[in-house]
């Protein structure tokens, strides 16, 4: 079957692409129906001229124009642009060339397809979108699982807590019974044992069934519910019942207290379990910041300034890096390593103190170790 001229342009009429060839002299040979449409003239006024006149409106080659390149080296180029048409509406232009060599080789025809694919291009960006949304939507039910998943185990920490709370006071009480029997006939021993060395041994016992009595009377204070009723307390009466509690956990680091405690500061206005819990917290995170041993600062003064009173805990540990500084009060956020710590302590302890219209901040100028400064309004 023999082509005709007037088949092959019938058969590229019918393609709704922009189709035109032209020659090394960028004069237009043809066209096809799209074209003219396009440009609303007619196929004699367009062939015979320059295509970036008749095309682009412009007295020279157009700029980025991939058309030069398929005479240079007589391979197709592609180039995809977004530009404003005549309505002054973006537009995206994929514009497509490729070579007709003669018999020789040579390149000596163009044929150029311009194709409108927008709607393409914003269906693509369109479905980007959805799948950086539905991205973003993933994460962010994966972070809420994750948080979800540990404050499951938090609540679980807080029932064994709780547990361990109810079995620690119902053990000072059973044992605060018999430790008070025991000092009893301690105390009747040494008045009537004359020997100096039974003496000796019995002021020992006397000492240490004391210091249970200590121990098991502080561990009734801390354990007893709070009923948030608010009641004056001596800041330092409260640090010093703590930190009874944790005087073994601090021998066994090989921690060193160093107090310093303003014995002149009014009672404060607190509720006192909570105060003891923001104490205690701290006083862990320097422990696990101290994992050799070293010195842990405590220290209460008087603002005169704010008119408050302010507790300084300051150690010589591993510290925070300033990277984090920002975060260290967010909730479940933790620099510690996975498992040794919830992310909890420092949020429990920002909303404590602001709800005592009170501030806790990180010393930013510590060169080492951590210091934290906690501020409580006076009555």
């Known amino acids: 079957m023999e082509v005709s001229g007037n088949f092959l342009q019938a058969a590229i009429d019918g393609i709704r692409a922009y189709i035109n060839i032209i020659d090394k002299e960028y004069n237009i040979l043809f066209v096809n129906d799209a074209v003219t449409k396009k440009l609303r003239k007619t196929r004699q006024s367009i062939v015979g001229k320059k295509c970036y ?21 007589g391979k197709p180029h592609q180039r995809i642009n977004w530009e404003n048409n005549a309505a002054g509406k973006n537009r995206c232009i994929e514009h497509f060339v490729f070579p007709i060599p003669n018999k020789h080789g040579q390149v000596e025809f163009a044929v150029e397809i311009f194709m409108d694919i927008t709607e393409k291009k914003m269906l693509e960006k369109e479905r980007e979108e959805q799948r950086l949304e539905l991205g973003k939507r993933i994460r962010e039910l994966r972070h809420a699982y994750e948080e979800l998943k540990s404050l499951q185990n938090q609540l679980l920490q807080a029932e064994k807590m709780a547990s361990i709370g109810l079995l620690a006071s119902s053990l000072a009480h059973e044992l605060d019974t018999p430790l008070a029997t025991i000092s009893g006939y301690c105390e009747l021993l040494l008045e009537e044992v004359h020997d100096e060395k ?5 002021k020992t016992i ?20 709070s009923d948030s009723e608010k009641k004056e307390y001596h800041i330092n009466t409260l640090i010093t019942t703590i930190l009874a509690l944790v005087e073994h956990r601090l021998k066994i680091h090989k921690i060193n207290i160093r107090r310093a405690f303003d014995k002149q500061l009014p009672p404060l206005l607190v509720e006192g379990n909570q105060i003891q ?3 205690l917290n701290l006083v862990n995170n320097s422990v696990d910041a101290l994992p050799n041993g070293g ?20 150690d010589n540990g591993t510290g925070i890096p300033e990277k984090y500084h920002k975060r260290i009060f967010e909730p479940f956020f933790t620099t510690k390593e996975q498992g040794k710590g919830t992310g909890l302590g420092l949020s429990i302890c920002k909303d404590i103190i602001s709800a005592h219209n009170g501030t806790i901040r990180l010393d930013n100028n ?5 210091k934290f400064i906690i501020s409580l309004p006076c009555k």
């Open 277 to 279: 819990q923001v104490i």
């Open 295 to 314: 010195d842990l600062f405590i220290k209460t003064r008087m603002n005169n300034a704010e008119k408050s009173v302010e507790i300084v805990f300051e």
């Open 198 to 202: 039974a003496l000796g041994k019995i």
């Open 206 to 225: 006397s000492d240490q069934i004391a210091r249970c009595q200590k121990a098991t009377r502080n561990l009734l204070i801390f354990s007893r519910k």
């Open 53 to 73: 006149e008749q095309l682009w409106n412009k007295n020279a080659l157009c700029e980025n124009c991939v058309t030069p390149k398929v005479f240079e080296d």
């Open 366 to 370: 510590t060169d080492k170790g951590t």
